[in-house]
């Protein structure tokens, strides 16, 4: 196990852009197609690595071949001591795809401009889903990209290289691995590791507060999504009430024509600020917790592949006892037990190292996600402020 | 006989809907020349005014009074006594009085008297300038179960010469403002004036405040009733003509109120309401009116679209009132999760900015909750207001329509008589020919009375319409640069606790 040295620290850092510094393994995400259900997308590297065959070039990917490539590195003995990124949740459209069908149904209610306003948003929406999904895989292959260990891995450069279809190779390493490690792992669950008698004050503490931080931040992801999703109903509130001022604007022939006319170029204004500050919102908290609670995920699940070893390990002492009474094999069972011992010491070393660096990593980018979501809602409250003043100062003019 | 020396009447402002051709106040100009010859014969009570007119009226009565209400005079002894009594169904053929009517003897016109006090009226207010202030507080539950009620304390502040004092309030319960409303629609509306409409009734919110139910629904409701009713009379008064109306004058004045008990939904005057209203629609549908107005048809046309797009801009303030309170109850349950992830936190600089986050993200929630309820009273009541009002505009080209078509069917009927009247002339029937002679002069003096008042209700209407516009825009613009400033100030609210958090977030190590 390598040491983290101070460059790849600095890679582990923060949630998204940071990542992909180092020069000898460059890897992005340019460009994505969606159709109907599926996204193609496009994995671009460029590398100075002798690994590769050529130093740039781009393959097409779906997200299984993500999760088949997650589920390969979380199946790998050798890799039971690390966090393994978490997985890129599925591109979900159905939120925007439903709207979208309801904004159809409705569209004998609203005014031309208002339906084209509206499905405006909708495409916007769909936009978002788009992008952050994108980055979201991004973000994933990254992770890895600048993972000393993991950037190593034979199936990560397949991944990366292999120019034809992964899924007849994802077909195999099913049958291979089976999921056999991955199923005992899920259903082991929090009854094995928090069953373990823990030695180590280290990962007893790690322990606990992973077991109770995950639920947390599990609940604080979804309070953040209904915030956000209230700020998008109010914009959707404010192109309604734009539309229809507009129209009896259009019809009104007293000096109140002029301050409909600004009051509905307002709404429609504040409308647009709204919707950046829902989107915002989105992608500094509400993203960033989700994130951070899918990578404790991950860190849970590198403490249940300790207790497993641990597991292992008091078996093995288990067996070599009963192999010394009965007098019979007692080499073997030394040998399994020092195996056991090796593994379970290895992998406690390097947990402990990736716990560390990953408490840094997540207090580094709650700091910087948190600080932007600030900058962002003082600089929107004080785009409202001067969108609002300006009129009232009109109207009052007027 | 001349009737131009008959002196108007002294202190006495009774009016009634003329008939048989004759004014009461006839103009000198118009007389002579338009006075067939019978009139002289009808004509009673030349010597006397006052009492004898009284009596003319009496004769009268059983025929053509038959739904009256009681006539008013503004004579202050006999003023409680003769303020109409609520809402009759049926047009009553009852003018307003005005405090100060002079016959208009040397006056030429060729509408209604008083029509024209009613300019006058309105310039003697440039006298008395318009400063009045009502305030509607303190909602103090009576009673108790079902027959408990909210009285409400109904404060005016003036400095009119109208009013007898210059700051005084009384109590008034809901069915007080409606009969109040009540008796001004049926005094007012077939004439033309446009009475602002009094707020809705609502079981439900009622019934909760009645069984004691002490939550934050019931609180609006009582909260929302109390600022429309405080809005009502403040729209009310506006009005030059209601302003002086004796009836809104006892409203504001008297300590004790005879109980509306007409007001109540199911009490037979409620159910007689109904039944009108549902005609009234029928007949809407059915009248075919000939019109000649474009001014008329275009403003109809205008209020019909306006009506559509009010409701719809009323939906949509509504539905922001329901997501930003939305938006407040997620914000709450957001700082309170961040809360506990902040304690569950053991990074120590992160565990305080999440704390800190949590505690901005409460001051935030209380913030919308600020802002949903200006939303509402500002703007989603504003807009409440106006779609009334619009009915009520709406009512008043209807009333015309009625006009006009009570014209149209006493014209209908003259022809009728006049053709039977001309049949007659060949029978040898000398008391058939006079009575029908007879009709034929009543129903001329209908027809032209119907044209006048048509006239009448139309030149009110083109008055009100345009000072109901003037005032549409003002109470307008206040409003909403009340809200807008409302919007301001909780932005500016929120850059204050965001800049406050941002040292926090930085703080971070």
Request: proline share 4%; hydrophobic share 35%.
């Amino acid at each position: 196990m390598t040491s983290i040295d101070d460059s790849n620290k600095e890679k582990l850092r923060s949630v998204s852009v940071d990542l992909n510094n180092d020069t000898s393994l460059l890897i992005d995400i340019p460009d994505a197609l969606c159709e109907r259900d599926k996204v193609k997308f496009t994995v671009h590297t460029k590398t100075t690595l002798s690994t590769f065959q050529k130093p740039d070039f781009s393959v097409p990917r779906q997200h299984e071949d993500f999760i088949w490539l997650h589920d390969a590195l979380v199946e790998t003995e050798d890799y039971a001591g690390l966090i393994i990124p978490p997985a890129p949740p599925k591109p979900d459209f159905e939120g925007p795809r439903e709207k979208m069908h309801k904004l159809g149904e409705g569209e004998s209610t609203m005014t031309k401009e208002e339906y084209t306003k509206m499905k405006q948003e909708l495409e916007a929406e769909y936009l978002a889903v788009f992008k952050k999904t994108v980055q979201v895989h991004e973000v994933f292959l990254q992770r890895l990209s600048s993972h000393p260990v993991l950037s190593k891995d034979r199936n990560f450069q397949i991944f990366l290289e292999y120019d034809q279809d992964l899924s007849v190779r994802r077909k195999n390493a099913k049958e291979m691995f089976g999921g056999f490690f991955k199923n005992m792992v899920k259903s082991a669950d929090e009854v094995l590791i928090s069953g373990i008698k823990e030695v180590d004050d280290f990962f007893e503490q790690e322990k606990t507060f992973l077991l109770d931080y995950f639920s947390k931040i599990k609940d604080s992801t979804a309070k953040a999504e209904k915030m956000t999703r209230s700020h998008k109903n109010i914009a959707d509130d404010y192109i309604h009430i734009s539309a229809t001022l507009n129209s009896i604007c259009a019809e009104d022939s007293t000096p109140n024509k002029k301050n409909l006319e600004k009051l509905s170029d307002l709404f429609e204004r504040l409308r647009k600020v709204e919707g950046r500050v829902a989107s915002d919102q989105e992608l500094k908290l509400t993203e960033l917790l989700r994130y951070y609670m899918r990578d404790i995920q991950a860190a849970k699940d590198l403490l249940y592949r300790r207790a497993r070893a641990l597991v292992d390990y008091e078996n093995s002492n288990k067996a070599l006892d009963k192999a010394r009474l009965k007098g019979k094999d007692i080499a073997q069972a030394e040998d399994h037990q020092r195996q056991c011992l090796q593994k379970f010491d290895k992998l406690s070393e390097s947990a402990k190292k990736e716990l560390t660096s990953f408490k840094g990593r997540r207090v580094v980018a709650f700091r910087k996600n948190l600080i932007e979501m600030a900058e962002l809602e003082i600089k929107h409250a004080k785009n409202n402020v001067s969108l609002l003043q300006g009129c009232v100062d009109l109207l009052k003019t007027n | 006989m001349a009737d131009t020396a008959r002196d108007p009447p002294p202190d006495r402002t009774d009016f009634h809907e003329v008939e048989d051709g004759e004014d009461l106040f006839p103009e000198p100009s118009a007389a002579p020349e338009s006075q067939p010859a019978s009139l002289s014969a009808v004509d009673i009570s030349t010597n006397s005014n006052g009492p004898k007119q009284d009596s003319f009226f009496d004769d009268d009565n059983e025929d053509l009074f038959a739904e009256a209400t009681e006539e008013v005079s503004l004579d202050s002894p006999e003023r409680d006594v003769l303020l109409s009594d609520g809402p009759s169904p049926a047009i009553t053929p009852i003018t307003p009085p005005t405090s100060v009517i002079t016959p208009r003897i040397g006056h030429q016109h060729d509408d209604m008297f008083t029509h024209s006090s009613f300019d006058e009226i309105e310039e003697e207010e440039g006298g008395d300038s318009f400063d009045i202030n009502i305030s509607v507080s303190d909602p103090e539950k009576i009673g108790d179960g079902m027959n408990a009620y909210m009285a409400y304390k109904v404060t005016t502040k003036t400095s009119m010469s109208l009013f007898k004092q210059r700051d005084f309030s009384v109590k008034r319960r809901f069915s007080d403002f409606l009969g109040l409303h009540g008796k001004l629609a049926s005094k007012y509306l077939h004439i033309g004036y446009i009475v602002p409409p009094a707020p809705e009734k609502s079981i439900v919110g009622m019934t909760k405040v009645k069984v004691g139910k002490e939550d934050q629904s019931s609180n609006e409701f009582v909260e929302k009733r109390r600022s429309a009713l405080e809005r009502y009379l403040m729209r009310t008064v506006k009005h030059p003509i209601l302003l002086k109306d004796p009836d809104v004058l006892q409203f504001l004045e008297s300590t004790e109120l005879p109980r509306a008990v007409n007001t109540q939904a199911l009490s037979s005057a409620g159910i007689l309401r109904m039944v009108n209203k549902a005609a009234d629609a029928v007949n809407k549908m059915t009248i075919k009116m000939n019109e000649s107005d474009a001014w008329f048809e275009e403003k109809q046309q205008h209020f019909e679209n306006l009506d559509v797009q009010l409701k719809k801009l009323h939906a949509s303030v509504e539905s922001l009132v329901c997501h930003r309170k939305e938006l407040s109850v997620n914000t709450a349950q957001f700082a309170k999760s961040a809360a506990m992830l902040g304690n569950s936190e053991d990074h120590t600089a992160l565990s305080r900015a999440l704390s800190q986050l949590a505690e901005v993200e409460e001051k935030i929630d209380q913030l919308h909750q600020d802002q949903a309820n200006a939303d509402l009273y500002l703007f989603s009541e504003l807009l409440g207001d106006y779609v009334r009002l619009i009915s009520a505009v709406k009512g008043v080209f209807d009333q015309r329509m009625k006009t006009w078509q009570k014209w149209q069917d006493s014209q209908m009927l003259l022809q009728k008589k006049r053709e039977a009247e001309a049949k007659l002339q060949f029978t040898n029937k000398p008391d058939k020919l006079q009575q029908a002679k007879d009709e034929i002069k009543e129903l001329e003096g209908k027809v032209q009375q119907g044209e006048r008042d048509f006239e009448q209700i139309s030149k009110t209407i083109r008055r009100e319409v345009s000072r109901f516009e003037k005032e549409r825009v003002k109470d307008f613009k206040m409003i909403i640069v009340k809200y807008l400033e409302s919007l301001v100030q909780t932005q500016q609210q929120l850059i204050k606790y965001w800049e406050a958090f941002l040292p926090e977030a930085k703080a971070i190590s």
